[in-house]
Structure formats: C-alpha cells, structure tokens
C-alpha cells in the first residue's frame, strides 16, 4: 500500500476550474494505476477518472469526459486532476486511490484500489 494525501480542494463558482493533486509516499508509485473517486452528500462514492501506472492509458466517467483531465508525475510521485467548466452537481468529496497492477491497465473495479487519501471537498456555486 501506499499514502495518499489529496489537496487542491475548495470552492469555486460554476464555469470555474480548480487543480486537484495526490501525493503519495513509497518507491513503487510507478506500479500503481491512480483513480479519483468522488462522494456528494448524501449519495453513494462515484467513479471519476482512473489512469494507468506509466499514464498512458486513461479512462473517464461520462459525467466529466470532455472537463476533466487526469495526468501523473511518476518522478514526483503525484497524480493531478484538472477540472474545468465545474458545475454544482461537481461538489463532492474527492478522494485519490491506488491500484497495484502487473499491466499497464486501466480495466479496475473499486475493490482493486487498495490505499485511499482522506479526501478534499470541492465546492461549485452556482
């Protein structure tokens, strides 16, 4: 497992953007698939956006396809999320979680995030 610790977090009003970053401690950061995870009051954690160990393959929600863009730093150990065109139905808790994978792979289900950070809440106003 690795640490995480989310930052970036705070509010924002709608059409504004806001830069998440995750980072993580550890030697073996470059081996783990990074996802983004998202938990709105009262509602259930969601699926964002996850990127494979080397960053070249990605995957997105439908809800933030075109919005958002996941990117890593294997030399920093850091994962970002750039989220533009923000809107209400964004605010939520952000969490940043590892995956250890032996591929390049994006294919995941939650169960496979083995270390989560605490969270960072995002604000929208409309």
């Known amino acids: 497992q690795v640490q995480l610790v989310e930052s970036g977090g705070g509010l924002v009003q709608a059409g504004g953007s806001l830069r998440l970053s995750c980072a993580a401690s550890?030697?073996?950061?470059?081996?783990?698939?990074m996802g983004w995870f998202r938990q709105a009051p009262g509602k259930e954690r969601e699926f964002v956006v996850v990127?494979?160990?080397?960053?070249?393959?990605?995957a997105y929600a439908d809800s933030v396809k075109g919005r958002f863009t996941i990117s890593r730093d294997n030399a920093k150990n850091t994962v970002y999320l750039q989220m533009n065109s923000l809107k209400p139905e964004d605010t939520a808790v952000y969490y940043c979680?590892?995956?250890?994978?032996?591929?390049?792979?994006?294919?995941?289900?939650?169960?496979?995030?083995?270390?989560w950070g605490q969270g960072t809440l995002v604000t929208v106003s409309s």
């Open positions: 990127i494979s160990a080397s960053g070249g393959r990605t």
């Open positions: 550890g030697r073996t950061f470059g081996t783990y698939a």
């Open positions: 979680a590892a995956a250890p994978t032996s591929f390049d792979t994006v294919i995941l289900t939650t169960e496979n995030f083995d270390s």
